[in-house]
């Protein structure tokens, strides 16, 4: 019998389908029998008996990996109990008060380095600029240097004035402008860290802005320079007005102002100027235009002092009344130094290490004053700026001898310095007098605390850790303790506890001698005479002239705070300058008070490679 397959082929219907039901049932039973005789699997298992209980599995599987479902578990509960830790962890800070940890206050020196360069701001001269930060100063010697027909020089506006007075005297000036850019050039980190560089590179180059207009800068040689703007001549009860005779501020001058030049016979001027210029080219290496032009003026100036010998202050000159120079031998080793420093160029190395150059300087002389570093006689300066080069480069033959008898002669300095030997005096408060009792101590403490603080720094980093008095050994240590008495001193610790740097503690000079800051701001223009009945005044000065750095105690620790008594009360551009130095190398941390950059000042400097000594003459029997 046959059916049709609804696929399309025929279906057969075998005849046993037509069986009963009963014949079906034990065909089946047959088929049970035969199936139970072997085992069945979990598959098989399950069609006869049905859904059982689950199995738990071992592992899970996540897609692309498998892992064991253990190590999930407890993988997934610590990152939730990490995750709960944490969020508790931060609702706890989140809800207890915080007590902000400040960085610790500046040390004493840094505080007082904000001060005492603040002063130089209060001392320009010219169109100041906008944040100049001295509220009673304004525009002043606007037409300083105009007018002149046939000079060499269009204008000398700008610069600084010397002190309380009104006259820029470029002596003085330029030893003011070389201790900054030294200071710069030794520890331009820790004006980093104060604060301070940019500050400090503004007021350098708002001198040597000024220095380039009173000689021709772009020559290659000149004929003239400029020494001073102003004038102080009071003699003979001279009643002419001028910026000694006058009491007014520097805003309202109204009188004439002189410029006293040079054509011959300013050796120390120049070779001062040269080295202001060539130490200012190093503090503005990355300016490479300026610093060009800073580098070409310093050869200039240097070359016409070197031409042209003879002392600014010689004969007739105002000067000698004021800033009278003793010799010009120092500066010619001191300005050469910084030539070769800012040059590379060792003809200035072979000029300022001749015995002859030393011998004339006084470097062998000793006496009273040996070692008394001022705007007048910077041996010792120039003596420990060469010891920096045999300590760090040792250039050798044929510089070694007088370097090394350089680096001798600063040793014995050091050792005048330091309270064992009896070179100087020291007052009953500690200042050392290194001027002898004459009035105005403080700007020569200053400036040997700096040789001394940084004398030291060389040594550390020279890996040296003292030098010999004699037969004794001294620890660096001794020196920087010698540098913290007399800034200390300077700064309030003193038998009066009054600090001289004005705005420094609570104590400090009321009556500074200064015109500016002693005639209120107040829309009156005083008239030459019509000022000194502030220069006579009792009262305090109307005006704070913050960071000024007064002349001193005399030689009995004593002081009186009068303005018209400039031996203690007028401060100067040179002794701020030398304050600024020896603050800036004593501020910081303690254990970073030796840091000194040893590289940037050699930037220009060739590698040397020494010259080997001649042979030892013939034998002869």
Known sequence: MYGRDPWGGPLEIHATDSATDDDRSR?????????????????????????????????????????????????????????????????????????HHKNPPPDNYTVALHKALKFFNAQKSGKLPRHNNVSWRGNSGLQDGKGETGSFYKDLVGGYYDAGDT???????????????????????????????VHVKELIKWGTDYFLKTFNSTADSIDDLVSQVGSGNTDDGSTDPNDHYCWMR???????????????????????MAAALASASIVFKDNREYSKKLVHGAKTVYQFGRTRRGRYSAGTAESAKFYNSSMYWDEFIWGGAWLYYATGNVTYLDLITKPTMAKHAGAFWGGPYYGVFSWDNKLAGAQLLLSRLRLFLSPGYPYEEILRTFHNQTSIVMCSYLPYFNKFNRTRGGLIELNHGDPQPLQYAANAAFLATLYSDYLDAA????WYCGPNFYSTNVLREFARTQIDYILGKNPR????????????PKHV??????????????????????????????????????????????????????????????????????LVALSGEEEATGTIDKNTIFSAVPPLFPTPPPPPAPWKP
């Not at 004439?256 to 030049?261: A, M």
């Not at 890996?463 to 003292?466: I, K, L, N, R, S």
């Open 497 to 508: 506890k009054m600090s001289y740097l004005v705005g420094f503690g609570t104590k400090y």
């Open 27 to 99: 065909n089946l039973n047959d088929i049970d029998r035969a199936a139970l005789s072997r085992p069945l699997d979990e598959t098989q298992q399950s069609w006869l008996l049905g859904p059982t209980e689950q199995k738990k599995k071992k592992y899970v599987d996540l897609g692309c990996i498998i892992v064991s479902r253990k190590i999930f578990v407890w993988t997934v509960g610590t990152i939730v109990a990490a995750a709960l830790l944490a969020g508790f962890i931060t609702l706890i800070v989140k809800t207890v008060p915080r007590h």
């Open 513 to 582: 001698h200064h015109r500016g800051a002693s005639i209120p701001k107040n829309k009156v223009k005083y008239n030459c005479k019509g000022g000194w009945k502030w220069r006579d005044s009792k009262k305090p000065n109307p005006n704070t002239i913050e960071g000024a750095m007064v002349a001193g105690p005399d030689k009995r620790d004593g002081f009186r705070d009068v303005r018209t008594n400039y031996n203690y009360t007028e401060p100067t551009l040179a002794g701020n300058a030398g304050l600024v130095a020896a």
């Open 463 to 466: 890996d040296t850790p003292g």
């Open 250 to 272: 520097p805003e309202d001058m109204d009188y004439k102002r002189p410029v006293t030049t040079c054509n011959g016979g300013c050796s120390d001027l120049a070779a001062e």
């Open 167 to 197: 006259i820029k005297f470029n002596f003085p000036m330029a030893y003011a402008m070389t201790m900054l850019s030294w200071s710069v050039i030794e520890y331009s980190a820790k004006y980093e860290a104060a604060g301070e560089l």
